[in-house]
């Protein structure tokens, strides 16, 4: 038995190849649950008796819980429960453009980056199929609003829970099941090189975010522990070589650690490293939280490091901060329950 909301349109089909019925099957129980959000198999009435009985045997409707919620204008924050008990968090923001909501990839980190929450919380397991699709569907129904975007930036590596999110896209993907086009999905890693070669090959035109927070190898191996087995060359060479089969603009992501890696000449350090790249530098005020010693650069700091970048003509923007009072950071909403 398996969650009807763990699957590709593609597996089930080749599901109901196999068991000697149609395949168009497969469109039909996704037109019920992603357009007519039906959840229980009995009300798909278009679909014969047989199929139905069958189908029951194999897969099941689940659900994820909802047990707190936290408001700003413009950004929800939710804290779910799991089956297991188990605790998740996403982050629904509203932009101009549309709404996009920030999934989580894993219970925990295992990568242990020194200044995030996730990080201290250490993996418990990897998120399902079901348990991400779920994010969204929960929350579409909470709002009553369509999310346009999805952010893989949550709590956990999305990279150590590849097959998973690589089926995850699939689905947000698909024009019949989430229909979210593959250009506003953005996934964030901390930079497993093996795979950043593999997803150039498999989600070309899925936006990829390198979470760097460092211009060398010295102050990345304080800061992220990623950086010891894959070190800033390994990681810069796999880019390279994303950029050459997706061409597609990568984001560098920067968070400003104060009087860690905030100073000028990291700045110059950056601009050097990223020459050449086809590329932005996404600045990320940082989060400060009670558990975690790190301040966050100052203001000025922060706008100057930017100017050096700019004039090293690199592209820069910096994150706009969503609520930070109802504890955005990645894993923080859930280290406080
Ligand atoms: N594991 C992936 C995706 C989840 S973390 C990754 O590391 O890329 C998403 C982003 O949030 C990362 O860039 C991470 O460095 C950043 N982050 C973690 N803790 C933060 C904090 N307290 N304040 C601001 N950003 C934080
Ligand atoms: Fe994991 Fe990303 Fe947090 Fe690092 S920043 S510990 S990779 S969730």
Known sequence: MRSIYSITRKKLEDYFINKNDKKFRATQIFDWIYRKNINSFDDMTNINKDSITNIKEDFYFNKIKIIKKQEDIDVKKYLFELSDKNKIESVVMYHDYGISVCISSQIGCNMGCTFC??????????????????????IQEDIKQRISHIVIMGIGEPFDNYENIIDFINIVNDP????????HIT?????????IKLFAQDCPAVNLAISLHAPNNEIRN??????KVYNIEELIESVKQYIKITNRRVTFEYIMLKDIN?????????????????????????????????????????????GILKEEKINVTIRREFGSNVSAACGQLRSEN
């Open 222 to 227: 304080k800061i992220m522990k990623i950086n």
């Open 262 to 306: 905030d100073t000028d000449e990291c700045a110059y350090m950056l601009a050097k490293l990223l020459k050449g790249i086809n590329c932005y530098v996404n600045i990320i005020p940082y989060n400060e939280t009670n558990n975690i010693g790190f301040k966050r650069s100052n203001t000025s700091q922060i706008s100057r490091f930017c």
């Open 117 to 138: 929450e996730s990080g201290r919380l250490k993996k418990v397991r990897n998120l399902t199929v079901d348990e991400m699709i779920l994010q969204i569907l929960t």
């Open 176 to 183: 019949y099941a989430l229909a979210i086009g593959i250009r």
């Open 187 to 195: 996934v964030s890693t901390s930079g497993i090189v093996p795979k």
